[in-house]
């Protein structure tokens, strides 16, 4: 089974447009899971522009309380917390490892995004970064972190990842996406099951996540069919303006599930 892990960082990018509480990002993971969802997933940054380090504990807690709830369903819940490990800690942002100490997440999934980027859109260069994640990668494992390295589709050397002991990589998707929507996404679907072969030969798990949308979604999940996640946020909350959040949560879910 795919997992679906819905990020809430839109809603937070909402709330913040108005400087208000609401829509709360608590309540939308509430909703996202009590729809079906197995997981959530935040992207705090340093400016906080979207999720901020309060909200990374209060939807600790709301997860907390919702496994508790939940019984044996709740018990596989999963927080993910997506960020760049090198950013240091400013301002009112204590840093990215410090942010998983205080929420223990069940993945940390560590992505090389510089301040001035909208939105994540490389993956790490395994032969330059490989020696600065490795200790890294060690922390995080001993907080009892399930490590994810994000990595372009095509990477060269994504056995690199198994070497400094991450758990997982997860495929920046978003030139698949744009493929796909362009009507030939035969070689970026190639890139992509390439390197999750790759992955799988070498003891990793495969997750993806960037721009995936029900379109595309199911073309990929039939292609790599031993997919661990799928993180998907700002496709499936722009959906949610027209469907409702609970069932664009559920429709996601369906794809996921169909052979």
């Given at each position: 089974?795919?997992?679906?892990?819905?990020?809430?960082?839109?809603?937070?990018?909402?709330?913040?447009?108005?400087?208000?509480?609401?829509?709360?990002?608590?309540?939308?993971?509430?909703?996202?899971?009590?729809?079906g969802?197995?997981?959530i997933?935040?992207?705090?940054?340093?400016?906080?522009?979207?999720?901020?380090?309060?909200?990374?504990?209060?939807?600790?807690?709301?997860?907390?309380?919702?496994?508790?709830?939940?019984?044996?369903?709740?018990?596989?819940?999963?927080?993910?917390?997506?960020?760049?490990?090198?950013?240091?800690?400013?301002?009112?942002?204590?840093?990215?490892?410090?942010?998983?100490?205080?929420?223990?997440?069940?993945?940390?999934?560590?992505?090389?995004d510089?301040?001035?980027?909208?939105?994540?859109?490389?993956?790490?260069?395994?032969?330059?970064?490989?020696?600065?994640?490795?200790?890294?990668?060690?922390?995080?494992?001993?907080?009892?972190?399930?490590?994810?390295?994000?990595?372009?589709a095509?990477?060269?050397?994504?056995?690199?990842?198994?070497?400094?002991?991450?758990?997982?990589?997860?495929?920046?998707?978003?030139p698949?996406?744009?493929?796909?929507a362009?009507?030939?996404?035969?070689?970026?679907?190639?890139?992509?099951?390439?390197?999750?072969?790759?992955?799988?030969?070498?003891?990793?798990?495969?997750?993806?996540?960037?721009?995936?949308?029900?379109?595309?979604?199911?073309?990929?999940?039939?292609?790599?069919?031993?997919?661990?996640?799928?993180?998907?946020?700002?496709?499936?909350?722009?959906?949610?303006?027209?469907?409702?959040?609970?069932?664009?949560?559920?429709?996601?879910?369906?794809?996921?599930?169909?052979?």
């Open positions: 089974m795919t997992a679906l892990s819905v990020n809430v960082n839109k809603v937070a990018v909402l709330r913040n447009s108005r400087g208000h509480a609401l829509p709360d990002p608590v309540i939308a993971a509430r909703v996202a899971v009590e729809a969802c197995h997981g997933t935040v992207h705090p940054r340093p400016d906080q522009r979207h999720i901020r380090v309060d909200d990374v504990s209060r939807i600790a807690a709301e997860l907390d309380a919702l496994r508790r709830a939940d019984g044996a369903r709740g018990e596989n819940l999963e927080y993910n917390i997506e960020g760049n490990p090198f950013a240091p800690a400013r301002g009112g942002y204590p840093g990215y490892l410090e942010l998983v100490r205080l929420a223990r997440p069940a993945q940390a999934t560590l992505v090389p510089g301040d001035a980027q909208l939105t994540s859109d490389h993956g790490f260069d395994l032969s330059a970064d490989a020696a600065r994640l490795a200790p890294l990668v060690g922390e995080l494992k001993a907080l009892g972190c399930r490590v994810s390295l994000f990595v372009d095509g990477t060269a050397e994504v056995e690199r990842a198994a070497e400094i002991g991450a758990d997982r990589i997860e495929i920046y998707t978003e698949y996406a744009q493929a796909f362009n009507g030939d996404h035969g070689r970026a679907l190639e890139a992509c099951v390439s390197t999750a072969e790759r992955a799988r030969a070498c003891g990793l798990g495969v997750n993806a996540g960037h721009d995936l949308d029900q379109h595309n979604l199911g073309a990929l999940k039939r292609a790599i069919p031993f997919l661990a996640e799928v993180s998907i946020g700002h496709a499936l909350f722009g959906e949610a303006i027209h469907e409702g959040l609970a069932a664009t949560v559920r429709r996601y879910l369906a794809i996921l599930a169909a052979p």
